[in-house]
């Protein structure tokens, strides 16, 4: 889910007007620059701010690692005795 906000937010970063110039005067080498500057902008802060603004955490996966929820599952999974290589 993050790299689709990310991908959305660069997204919303191109610049339309001038690639729609581009596009219409046939200039590919242009329209790919005017791509490549929103797609290389670095969109964190604005995805942070956004995770705060709703709620979310600022980094989830600190906040994932910090809540220790890995290793409270782990000691609630039964062990399962293996009998084998797993193929039957």
Same mark, same amino acid.
């Given at each position: 889910?993050?790299?689709?906000q990310?991908? *959305?937010a660069q997204?919303?970063?191109?610049d339309?007007?001038?690639?729609?110039g581009?596009q219409e005067?046939?200039d590919?080498?242009?329209?790919?620059q005017?791509l490549k500057?929103? *797609?290389?902008?670095?969109v964190?802060?604005?995805l942070?701010?956004?995770?705060?603004?709703t709620?979310?955490?600022?980094?989830?996966?600190?906040?994932?690692r910090?809540?220790?929820?890995?290793?409270k599952v782990a000691?609630?999974r039964p062990?399962v005795?293996s009998?084998?290589?797993?193929?039957?």
């Amino acid at each position: 889910a993050v790299e689709v906000q990310r991908a *959305y937010a660069q997204a919303l970063l191109v610049d339309r007007k001038a690639l729609e110039g581009f596009q219409e005067a046939n200039d590919a080498l242009m329209a790919t620059q005017t791509l490549k500057a929103a *797609y290389r902008t670095d969109v964190e802060p604005i995805l942070a701010m956004a995770r705060l603004r709703t709620g979310g955490a600022i980094d989830p996966v600190a906040a994932y690692r910090e809540a220790g929820y890995r290793a409270k599952v782990a000691a609630e999974r039964p062990a399962v005795a293996s009998g084998g290589g797993g193929i039957v």
